[in-house]
């Protein structure tokens, strides 16, 4: 019986990339590019990242100014739980990826605005002494990031 050694996955250059893959950017037109590159990346290799080389791992990190997790990212398929640019069926758990995950590629939705997770631990009655409203914050940095 004769044994094969599977093709290794593309591998994961960020200097391919040519812009840094960043948690802080308030850029959307950033983000973006990003996505696009990373998009060109899993056509040109034929294949997804392994969870391995994406540094995938089950739980995502706190929020900081965007939802990190994979339920936030916009490359999540909510419908079957899978990613579009993470996950292969040798990989361990397959090719599913938990919406409370987390990888190296994870990009907020384009949906999402910096602090948006915060809306809902907000005061509804509006600001607290002495702070400018929180809408108004949330307000301020999405024309940032839209800028």
């Keep these: 019986m004769e044994f094969k050694v599977p093709t290794p ?10 812009t840094p893959i960043s ?17 060109a990346l899993v056509e040109q290799g034929g294949a997804k990242w392994s969870k391995f080389s994406a540094l995938y791992a089950p739980l995502a990190p706190p929020p900081l100014f965007f939802d990190y997790s994979c339920r936030g990212c916009r490359f999540f398929e ?14 361990p758990g ?6 409370q995950g987390w990888c190296l590629l994870s990009l907020p939705a384009q949906t999402q ?10 005061p509804a009655a509006g600001p607290l002494p002495g702070l400018p409203s929180p809408s108004l914050l949330l ?8 800028g």
């Design 9 to 18: 996955p593309p591998p994961l250059d960020p200097a391919a990339l040519q």
């Design 23 to 39: 948690v802080i950017s308030l850029s959307s037109s950033l983000m973006n590019a990003q996505e696009g590159r990373l998009r």
């Design 78 to 91: 909510s419908t079957s739980s899978t990613c579009a640019m993470v996950g292969r069926t040798a990989d």
């Design 94 to 99: 397959g090719a599913q990826v938990s919406p």
């Design 113 to 122: 605005t910096p602090l948006s997770w915060l809306k809902p631990f907000l």
């Design 139 to 146: 307000e301020l940095l999405a024309q940032a990031r839209s």
